[in-house]
C-alpha cells in the first residue's frame, strides 16, 4: 500500500495547460502562480534534494538541465538546497513553449546559477548537445505512459542521471487542497513578480487563471504516477537496469510527495 495512491490507477484527465490553443496570457498567470508556491516551503524537497545530491555527487554532474520548465517552479529553492549540501549546481532551462520573460525573471533571483534555453525543447527527445543531470518538477504527470517512458528512456540511452518531483498526488487532501486554489491565486496575485496588468485582469476581471489553475490541479492530481506505476514504466525501458533507481511516496502531513531520482552505475 505504501506505493500505491489512494484513488486507484491514474487517470489522464483533460488538463487546459496541455492544449497549445490556450493563450499565453493565461499559461504565464498559471505557471507563474505554480512558481510562486514552489519556492514559498523548502520543506517538501528535503528526501528529494537527500537523493538528488547523492546522484549528483556519483555522476559528478554540477549542472542540471531542467526540462518542462514552466516559469521556473522551484528551481531557486533547490539551488539553496543543494547550496546547504555543498553541492553548488547551474540549471538551464528549457520548455516545449518557454516563457523567456519569466525565465528571465528566475535567473535574476539568483544571479549566474540560472540560464534558459530560447528554442523550443522535446522531453521526450533532448538534443543531445544538452548536457546536465535532467530534472521534471511537477510536471511529469502532464505525459501520457508511452511519453513518459519515452523521456525516462531518453535519459537512459544518453546516460543522463534524471529526477522527477511531483507536489501533488491521487489523495483526497491532495485533491481537496487544489479544488480551493482559485482562492490561492486571488490571494498571491498581487505579490507575484514581474507584476503584470494582463495578469491581474485574467484573475480579478475575468477570472480564467484562478479557473484554469484550479481545474488543472484538480486534474494533475489525478494525473501523477504513483511509485510503482513509475516501476511499471522502467521496466520497459532498455538499459534502466544499468541504472540505480530512488522512486518514494514522502509522507507531508495529510498527502506525499512523489519523486524518483536515477543515475547510471559507474560499473554498467
Known sequence: MAGQSLLGR??????????????????????????YLGNLDARPYQGFCDALAAALRVTGERE??????GSAGPLPTLIAELDRRDLPVRVRLTDLFPNADAMVAAASTVPGR????A????????PAELAGFRLLC?????????QARAILADAVAQRRGIALFEGVGRYPASIFT???TSLGVLATSLFIRPIRWSRLALT????AIPAVATWDGVVSCLRVYSPDELRELLATVPGAEDYSWQIEAEPL??????WLVGAPRANA
Open 204 to 207: 480579478w476581471v475575468v477570472p
Open 114 to 117: 540560472i540560464v534558459h534555453e
Open 178 to 180: 487544489c479544488m480551493v
Open 119 to 126: 528554442r523550443p525543447v522535446d522531453a521526450t527527445a533532448v
Open 253 to 258: 502531513g495529510p498527502v506525499r510527495v512523489t
Open 138 to 146: 511537477n510536471a511529469f504527470h502532464h505525459f501520457r505512459p508511452a
Open 10 to 35: 491514474r487517470r489522464h484527465v483533460f488538463e487546459i495547460e496541455d492544449q497549445p490553443w490556450l493563450p499565453p496570457a493565461i499559461r504565464d498567470g498559471v505557471t507563474g502562480y505554480l512558481n
Open 64 to 69: 542540471i538541465l531542467d526540462l518542462c520548465s
